[in-house]
C-alpha cells in the first residue's frame, strides 16, 4: 500500500500521455472536497467544497481547497463536476469563479438549483450544464459518464471520466439503499458495466469504511418519526439538514398523516425547501405547509416546525430555541426531534442544545434514544461489495480522515486488488497514471484557507495563533515613556490588560525588570524605538510565565519623552 511521504518533492512534469490525480481537500479530512484531474494539458475538477472549522480556529467561517497549484492555469481549466449538493461539495465554488468566472458548471437539477441560489448571494451568474444519471459529455480531452448514486441527498452522481490514459471511477458521496424514498437506487448494473469495460483508478467514498455492515435503509426510520407524530401531546420541533430532502419528506408525510400542519423555520430551510418542492423532489400535500403566523391560530397538537441547527450551530433556529432567543417559545409538553447525525467535532454543542431544550421540559428523541438518522454513506459491506463488482486495477480512498482511508484501502485489499495499486494519498498528493499503474510522484501545495468575514486567506495561522492567545492567555498592553537622550523611564509605565488576570499591584514587579532591560539597552547605544518596544515585550512577556504561568499577548508602545 503506497503511503505519503512527508519528505516529497513537487511533482515533476506529467510523462507524455499519463493522466494526473491531485485532491486538494477532502482526504485527511470530511469537508472541502476537491479533486483535479489532469490530462493532455487540461484540467477537469470534480467537486470543490468548504471545510468548518474547528474550535481551535477562532473567527473562521469557512476553510476553502487552496487553488495555488492551478491559479496559473485556470484557463486550462474544461469543467467543474459537482457530484451532489452539500456543502462540502459545492461551498468553494464562488470562490473559484471569482478567479475565473466562465468555467462551466456541471450538475444535476438540484445540484444546480442549491448552487445558483449560494451564487446568488455572491452576485455571480454562472455558466452551467445541466446533466443527469445516464448522460455521457465531453469536456475535451475528458469524456464523462453520470451514473446515478443514492446519498442523503437528491440527484447524487458518481462520474466515470474516460481518457486515453484510462477510466477512473469516482463514487462521490454515496451508499447503497436498496428501498430508497425516490426509487432511485445506486445504479450498480452501471458500475458493474464500467467494470467490465476496466475501470483503471477507482476513486471511493471512505467515510463509513470503519462501520461493518450495510448502511440503513433511509424507510426504516418511519415508524420512529411516525411514533413522534402519533404520541406527542404538544407541538413537534424538527431538526435536520436544511438539504437532506428525503427526511424532510419522511417528516411532512408522517405530520399530514396525523393532522398536523408544518412551517419551515430558519433561511436556508425556507430556502432549499421551496427550491426542492418547485423542482418537484419534494412532494408537498395541498395545505399542509403554513407560514409561522398561521401557525399561531392552531391548537398546540397540530403543530410541527421543521427547522435548522442539528449540529448545535449557535446561530441556528435550535440554538436559538433552546437558548431563548427566539420567537418560539419552547415548553413542558413540546417534542423536539433531531433528525440527524453527530458530526464530530458538533457533539459537545449538540449536547448543550440538547440539554437546554430538555430544561425548558422538552421532550428530546435524537439518535441515541430512538431510530431517527441513518448514515448517507456506504459502509463495509457495500465497500466491498463496489470493489468486487467494479474489480479496479488500482484503488485510492477518497472523502474522510486518515482512519476511513486506512479502513477503506484495507477492504479493496481483501478483496484482491494489490496492495501496490492500493493508494492513501493526502490533500495536495499528486497521484499519476501511467500505462495502468497509479504511483504517488509528488506533491503540489494544499493548504488551508480560511474565509474570515469578507476576506479570502487573509486570516493565516499565524494570526489565529493570536486569537488562540487573546482567548486563552488575555493581552497586556505596555506604555513606557522614555527620554530620549538617557534611555530611561521618565515616569512609571503604563499597564491596560484584557483577559489577563490582574489587578492594580500585579504589574508592580516588573517596573524594575523594564527599567533594566532599558538600562541594559542604553549601554550597547540602542535608542530606536521599535528595538526597544521589542526588548520590552520579550521581558514582559519572561516575567509574565515566570510568575503567572501565562503567555499573554504583549503589545509594546514605546514614547519619546
Avoid at 481549466?77 to 459537482?82: E, G, M, Q, S
Avoid at 444535476?108 to 451568474?125: C, D, M, P, V, Y
Avoid at 449557535?314 to 453527530?342: E, F
Amino acid at each position: 500500500m503506497s503511503h505519503p511521504h512527508p519528505e516529497l518533492k513537487a511533482a515533476p512534469p506529467l510523462p507524455k500521455g499519463g493522466l494526473r490525480v491531485v485532491a486538494l481537500g477532502g482526504l485527511g479530512e470530511i469537508g472541502r472536497n476537491m479533486t483535479v484531474f489532469e490530462y493532455k494539458g487540461k484540467l477537469l475538477i470534480v467537486d470543490c467544497g468548504v471545510l468548518f472549522p474547528e474550535e481551535n480556529q477562532p473567527g473562521v467561517d469557512v476553510i476553502l481547497p487552496d487553488f495555488t497549484s492551478i491559479r496559473d492555469r485556470l484557463d486550462d481549466v474544461v469543467a467543474i463536476v459537482l457530484t451532489h449538493g452539500h456543502e462540502d461539495h459545492i461551498g468553494g465554488v464562488p470562490y473559484l469563479l471569482r478567479e475565473r468566472a466562465d468555467i462551466p458548471v456541471v450538475g444535476s437539477k438540484l445540484t444546480l438549483a442549491f448552487l445558483e441560489a449560494k451564487l446568488k448571494e455572491h452576485g455571480i451568474r454562472p455558466k452551467t450544464v445541466r446533466v443527469r444519471e445516464g448522460d455521457r459529455r465531453g469536456f475535451a480531452p475528458f469524456d464523462c459518464e453520470f451514473v446515478a448514486v443514492n446519498h442523503s441527498i437528491p440527484d447524487s452522481l458518481a462520474v466515470a471520466v474516460r481518457t486515453g490514459a484510462g477510466l477512473v471511477l469516482h463514487t462521490g458521496d454515496f451508499k447503497m439503499d436498496q428501498f430508497p424514498l425516490d426509487e432511485r437506487i445506486t445504479d450498480l448494473r452501471a458500475f458493474a458495466r464500467l467494470g467490465e469495460e476496466g475501470v483503471d483508478l477507482f476513486l471511493t467514498d471512505s467515510t463509513n469504511a470503519e462501520v461493518p455492515g450495510f448502511t440503513t435503509s433511509e424507510q426504516e426510520l418511519n415508524p420512529a418519526i411516525e411514533q413522534v407524530m402519533r404520541t406527542a401531546p404538544r407541538r413537534v420541533i424538527v431538526s435536520s439538514f436544511a438539504s437532506h430532502v428525503h427526511r424532510i419528506q419522511q417528516v411532512l408525510d408522517a405530520a399530514h398523516q396525523h393532522g398536523r400542519k408544518v412551517a419551515f423555520v430558519g433561511r436556508s430551510m425556507v430556502r432549499n425547501m421551496g427550491i426542492a418542492r418547485e423542482l418537484g423532489y419534494l412532494t408537498v400535500p395541498s395545505g399542509l405547509v403554513v407560514s409561522t403566523k398561521e401557525l399561531e391560530q392552531l391548537p398546540d397538537h397540530k403543530i410541527t416546525l421543521v427547522c435548522t441547527g442539528s449540529q448545535g450551530e449557535p446561530m441556528a433556529a435550535l440554538s436559538r430555541i433552546a437558548n431563548r432567543d427566539h420567537q418560539i417559545r419552547i415548553g413542558k409538553g413540546d417534542t423536539v426531534l433531531l433528525a440527524s447525525s453527530l458530526i464530530p467535532g458538533n457533539e459537545n454543542a449538540i449536547y448543550r442544545v440538547i440539554n437546554g431544550l430538555t430544561r425548558w421540559g422538552a421532550t428530546v428523541v435524537h439518535k441515541g434514544n430512538a431510530k431517527v438518522h441513518v448514515s448517507g454513506h456506504a459502509s463495509a459491506g457495500e465497500l466491498v461489495y463496489c470493489y468486487n463488482i467494479v474489480r479496479p486495477r488500482n484503488v485510492m480512498p477518497v472523502h474522510g480522515e486518515w482512519k476511513h482511508l486506512k479502513a477503506n484501502a484495507d477492504l479493496a485489499i481483501r478483496t484482491g486488488v494489490d496492495p501496490e495499486r492500493v493508494i492513501i494519498a493526502e490533500d495536495g498528493v499528486v497521484v499519476d497514471l501511467v500505462d495502468g499503474r497509479a504511483s504517488i510522484t509528488g506533491k503540489v501545495p494544499a493548504g488551508y484557507v480560511y474565509v474570515d468575514g469578507m476576506t479570502v486567506g487573509g486570516a493565516t495561522e499565524a494570526s489565529l495563533k493570536d486569537r488562540r492567545t487573546l482567548a486563552e492567555e488575555g493581552v497586556v498592553t505596555v506604555v513606557a515613556l522614555v527620554d530620549a537622550d538617557t534611555g530611561a523611564l521618565t515616569e512609571p509605565p503604563d499597564f491596560l490588560a484584557r483577559g489577563f488576570v490582574h489587578d492594580e499591584r500585579t504589574f508592580e514587579p516588573v517596573i524594575p525588570v523594564i527599567e533594566k532591560t532599558l538600562a541594559a539597552a542604553a549601554e550597547e547605544g540602542i535608542g530606536d524605538a521599535h528595538q526597544l518596544e521589542q526588548l520590552i515585550a520579550r521581558a514582559v512577556a519572561n516575567w509574565a510565565f515566570r510568575t503567572h504561568r501565562r503567555k499573554p499577548l504583549i503589545i509594546p508602545v514605546v514614547i519619546d519623552a
